[in-house]
């Protein structure tokens, strides 16, 4: 497995990395400073997609395997559903990478430029989450955009000796709320939502993150959204 250096959740790098990516200048990330309903009412709309950068802690390993064993023993195998971007990581420290990804590659309407994007997503159009993967990891032009942006941020980038956070994607798919975490074998479903309930339904879930975790301050959020004027 070959290593990239981590991304920081900082939006100012984020949203010039999507748009060095080939993502229109009308999109941006954004900080979401709460959960509550009334700090969510201050971000700007639309949002497309909440991100989540979490602690990998015991309780949250905890969780993951035994989700992992549901689904496995679940009477039917799990599918993930034709219209829906995902792809597992196989690169380490990419999660910041595939959550950007994800977030994005699963709104038709946000504008991808000609790009390394662009390119990516048509050169994995037929492949399954794990290929996906797998051409990430070989996939120089992505690799030099990602070390690019991951220098800008503003902890010493040698400083990560072991990255214990992890980066996940939210979003709406035909009216439902998938997690797309790329350590994980399927996305996760997270039952239905609408456009108009798709943030707080989002924020919920991110909370179960945080109730997993109580006495844990690392947690941050944040959203792809329409870029302020």
Not at 3 to 8: A, D, G, V
Not at 63 to 70: F, G, Q
Not at 180 to 189: A, F, H, N, T, V
Not at 201 to 225: G, H, I, N, Q, S
């Amino acid at each position: 497995m070959s290593t990239w250096t981590p991304l920081e959740s900082n939006p100012e790098v984020l949203t010039k990395y999507i748009h060095k990516l080939g993502v229109s200048p009308s999109w941006a990330i954004t900080d979401v400073i709460g959960l509550d309903e009334e700090l969510l009412a201050m971000l700007p709309q639309p949002v497309k997609a909440l991100v989540l950068l979490f602690p990998i802690s015991d309780a949250y390993e905890k969780h993951r395997a035994e989700e992992h064993e549901r689904i496995k023993a679940a009477a039917e195998p799990l599918k993930t559903p034709a219209d829906l971007f995902y792809m597992r990581q196989f690169t380490h420290n990419a999660c910041g990478t595939v959550a950007l990804i994800h977030s994005v590659a699963n709104n038709k309407d946000i504008d991808i430029g000609e790009g390394v994007l662009k390119n990516f997503l048509k050169s994995c159009a037929g492949l399954s989450p794990d290929e996906r993967g797998q051409a990430l990891e070989k996939d120089k032009a992505f690799t030099e955009d990602h070390q690019m942006l991951a220098q800008e941020g503003q902890t010493d980038a040698g400083a990560y000796e072991t990255v214990i956070h992890h980066f996940i994607s939210l979003v709406n798919m035909n009216n439902t709320l998938y997690e797309l975490d790329g350590r994980k074998s399927y996305p996760i479903d997270h039952g239905k939502t609408s456009d108009e309930t798709f943030l707080a339904d989002a924020a919920k879930v991110c909370k179960e993150f945080m109730a997993r975790d109580p006495d844990d301050m690392r947690f941050t959020v944040l959203a792809l959204t329409a870029a302020q004027e």
